[in-house]
């Protein structure tokens, strides 16, 4: 007879410490992962603590003094600028709303064939307005059918006179500067050309703001021109 023989344990003993060797390296890997998660969320922690304590911190004295020093210049620098351009405006606006004013006088002599005069007023706003000899050009102005030419409304003409638009241009330090042939009136004949106060057809108009003007000129034919200039 042969003697039995007995499974050997050599594989088992290998298999066993294998076991135990991976279970060893995952426990390792394990509290290696942990380390590194814990160590990343204190960076992250301290990366938010100073991102907090930058924001808190603002501006210093010395920072929020010269920010305020270079705005004061900026600030200086623009003002007179937009002052110069306000003025400019208005003085634009003043010239366009008297040329305005004579172009249509202008234009109403030759439809209503009769002859249409722009004289200054200082009251051209009342209900019953008037021209004046006293009057200046800033004040205001009105425009109306002239049925006896005497540059004047009244209502001694027949019909009587009719106006048909008023205007001014009363901005503080604006003045108007015209020829002696416009000191009173200017008036258009049925065929558009101009008749002033010494009834001569051509003069000029001149609007100073802030030492800039505004020149309007009428022609011999009634034309009107405008060109910008210096006072």
Known sequence: M???SWPSNEGRDVGFERTSLCKACTGKGVK???KMSKHREIEVLA????????????FT?????VTLTIAAILLSLAVPSLASFVQSA??????????????FARSEAIKRGHAV???????PNALDPSCGTSATWQQGWLVFVDHDRDGVVDGSATPSDLVLRVGAADIPGLTVSVASNFRNYIQYTSNGVSVGSDKLADGNLS????NKSQVLTIGTTGRL???????
Do not use: D, F, H, W
């Open 2 to 4: 042969q003697p039995t």
């Open 32 to 34: 290696s992962r942990r």
């Open 47 to 58: 990366l938010m603590r100073t991102s907090s304590a930058n924001a808190m911190q603002g």
């Open 61 to 65: 004295l010395v920072e929020l003094l």
């Open 90 to 103: 208005r003085l634009r606006g003043s010239s366009n709303e008297l040329a305005s004013a004579l172009m």
């Open 117 to 123: 005069t722009v004289c200054k007023s200082e009251n």
């Open 207 to 210: 609007m100073c703001l802030n």
């Open 225 to 231: 021109s405008i060109s910008s200039g210096a006072c």
